[in-house]
């Protein structure tokens, strides 16, 4: 069972790709993190973003 947390969906996405210690740069379309229309008066309609993560480690619960 997979659990949320309050990430997007484009960053569990991209951590599924990723090993513990691993850095990556990703980018992600809009519809992945806050829709095509933008958040507010902060993010435009359908812009792109770009994030640099780094993953310390990896917790499994049963």
Do not use: C, H, W
Not at 48 to 60: A, E, M, R
Request: charge should be negative.
């Amino acid at each position: 069972m997979e659990q949320e947390y309050g990430i997007f969906r484009g960053m569990r996405d991209a951590l599924k790709l990723m090993q513990a210690g691993e850095e990556a740069t990703f980018y992600f379309p809009s519809y992945t993190g806050y829709g095509y229309y933008g958040d507010q008066d902060r993010i435009g309609t359908n812009v792109p973003f770009k994030s640099d993560v780094k993953l310390l480690g990896i917790n499994i619960e049963e």
